[in-house]
C-alpha cells in the first residue's frame, strides 16, 4: 500500500473533511492511517502514475498545503533523540537515491517537521539544520552542487517550497513525528497559492462591505457538496460570486448564481466573465438572477441537485455589541435562514445537497450559535455528520480575532 500525506490548512477539520469528500469520489476505497491538527496520511492501493495525480488532486483541493509520499519510517523508542534516529535513516545515497528529483544539475533541499500526536521540541530546527549541513557536505563530497534551504520555522512554507523549486530540483523532506514513530516523505505538490491570491485579488468586482468568503473556502463548500459536473449548482445569496466561480473551476457545468441586490447579480457577472477570459474553462453555463430568496421558487422552473451558499451572516461586529443586540440578531438570521430552507426544500431534488455557513457569534468567552438545525431536520434535511463536525454537526472555520465565525453545515433533502 502506497501512504500519503496531506499537510492541512488553518482549518484542519474542514480541510480533512474536504479531502475526505474528494477521495471518496475520486478513488472510493482510501483508508485513514494517522491525522493531527497539522497533518493527515492515507493508505491508498494503486496509484500508479502518482506525481501526476497528485497534481490534480492538489490543483482540487482548497484547503491543502502541501501533498507528499512517505518513503520510510523509523520506530522511536522512549526518550529516542529524533535527529539522531533519522539520521541512520537519511544517508546521501538514500536521499539521492529516493528523496531527490532525479537528473537534476543542482539539488536544493531543505526540512519540515509536522506533529502527529507529539509535539515536537523546540529545538527541532537548529537539530535538522545541523544534519541537513553534514548532508550538505556528504553530497558535495560526492562532487553534487546542492543547496540547503532553511527557515527558523519547523516547516518550509508551500510558497518557499515553490520558490525555491525544491520539487523540481532536489526536495521538501518531511517528518511527520508521533510518539512511537517518524514517518518520512519527500512533497510532491504544494498549494497553487498564487492563483488563490488572483481569484480573490485581481478580479474586477469586490464586494468588502456585505463580505467575501474567501475562494478557498468556496472551494472547500464546492468539493464537501461532491457535485458531479452534471448537477446543476445553485448559489442563492451569490454576492460576488465566488463560489460560483470556484464550482465552474472544478468542473460543474451549470451554475445558477441569485441575490436580491441587482449589484450583487452585476459584480457576479462582471466575475465570472473575467473568469472565463482568463481561466481555461471547459464548456460551461451560468445563469444570474436577481431575486429575494423567498421569491426563487417561481423565477425558475429546473430542480437543483445542489445548493452552496453563504447566506447574510448580520451586520459587521465590533466586539463592543452586548450580548441583547447579538440575540436580536441571531433572532433575524434564524428566521432568514429558516425562509431559506423552506425555499431549498421546493427547489431541491430529493437526495440533493444542502452546503451552507451558519454565523456563530463571539462574545468574550461565549459563542452564540443559530439554533435552528432540529426545526431544519423537521423540513426533510438530514444533517451530515461525521467524526469532524462539532456537535451540531457543523465544522467552524475561523480566523483568531474573528468576531463572526463561521459553521458549516451539509444537509440533505430526505424527503
Ligand atoms: C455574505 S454575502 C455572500 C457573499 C458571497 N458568498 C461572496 O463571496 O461574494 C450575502 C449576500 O446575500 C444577499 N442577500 C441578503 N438578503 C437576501 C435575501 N433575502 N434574498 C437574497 N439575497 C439576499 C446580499 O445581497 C449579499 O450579496
Known amino acids: 500500500m502506497h501512504k500519503y500525506f496531506f499537510i ?46 497528485i497534481k490534480d488532486l492538489i490543483r482540487k483541493l482548497g484547503g491543502t498545503i502541501k501533498i507528499g509520499k512517505i518513503l520510510d519510517e523509523v520506530e522511536l523508542e522512549e526518550d529516542s533523540n529524533i535527529v539522531t534516529k533519522i539520521s541512520g535513516k537519511l544517508t546521501a545515497e538514500r536521499l539521492l537515491d529516493k528523496y531527490f528529483q532525479q537528473n537534476t544539475e543542482r539539488i536544493n533541499f531543505g526540512f519540515s517537521a509536522y506533529c502527529l500526536d507529539s509535539n515536537i521540541p523546540k529545538s527541532i530546527s537548529k537539530k535538522l539544520l545541523k544534519l541537513g549541513l553534514e548532508l550538505k557536505k556528504e553530497l558535495k563530497r560526492k ?123 452585476q459584480d457576479t457577472r462582471n466575475n465570472l466573465e473575467w473568469l472565463t477570459k482568463n481561466y481555461q474553462l471547459p464548456t460551461t453555463s451560468y445563469q444570474l438572477i436577481t431575486s429575494d430568496i423567498k421569491d426563487l421558487p417561481s423565477k425558475f422552473k429546473e430542480q437543483v441537485a445542489v445548493i452552496v451558499t453563504e447566506p447574510f451572516l448580520g451586520p459587521p461586529l465590533k466586539g463592543n455589541e452586548s450580548l441583547e443586540k447579538i440575540k436580536t440578531v441571531s433572532k433575524e438570521l434564524s428566521e432568514l435562514y429558516l425562509k431559506s430552507f423552506r425555499v431549498f426544500s421546493q427547489i431541491l431534488k430529493k437526495n440533493g445537497r444542502v452546503v451552507i455557513v451558519f454565523p456563530i457569534f463571539r462574545k468574550v468567552n461565549q459563542e452564540i450559535s443559530l439554533p435552528i438545525v432540529s426545526e431544519i431536520e423537521q423540513m426533510g434535511f438530514q444533517v451530515q455528520k461525521n467524526l469532524l463536525s462539532n456537535a451540531r454537526g457543523g465544522l467552524v472555520y475561523s480566523r483568531p480575532d474573528q468576531k463572526v465565525l463561521r459553521e458549516i453545515f451539509r444537509f440533505k433533502k430526505i424527503y
Do not use: W
Open 8 to 53: 492541512l490548512g488553518h482549518s484542519p477539520q474542514i480541510s480533512q473533511a474536504e479531502i475526505e469528500a474528494v477521495l471518496e469520489k475520486l478513488l472510493g476505497e482510501h483508508n485513514i492511517i494517522a491525522a493531527s491538527d497539522e497533518v493527515l496520511i492515507i493508505g491508498y492501493k494503486i496509484y500508479n502514475n502518482a506525481s501526476f495525480q
Open 143 to 265: 562532487g553534487h552542487s546542492v543547496r540547503l534551504v532553511s527557515s527558523k520555522e519547523k516547516t518550509l512554507s508551500s510558497v518557499i517550497v515553490g520558490e525555491n523549486k525544491l520539487i523540481e530540483k532536489g526536495a521538501d523532506i518531511c517528518l511527520l513525528i508521533s510518539k512511537d514513530k517518524i514517518y518520512l516523505g519527500r512533497t510532491l505538490a504544494v498549494q497553487e497559492y498564487k492563483r488563490f491570491i488572483q481569484r480573490d485579488y485581481a478580479r474586477p468586482d469586490r464586494d468588502v462591505k456585505s463580505g467575501m468568503l474567501p475562494p478557498k473556502l468556496a472551494r472547500i463548500m464546492v468539493n464537501l457538496s461532491q457535485a458531479d459536473p452534471d448537477d446543476v449548482l445553485l448559489d442563492p445569496f451569490c454576492g460576488s460570486g465566488t463560489i460560483l466561480q470556484e464550482a465552474l473551476l472544478l468542473g460543474i457545468k451549470k451554475v445558477i448564481g441569485s441575490d436580491i441586490s441587482l449589484k450583487a447579480v
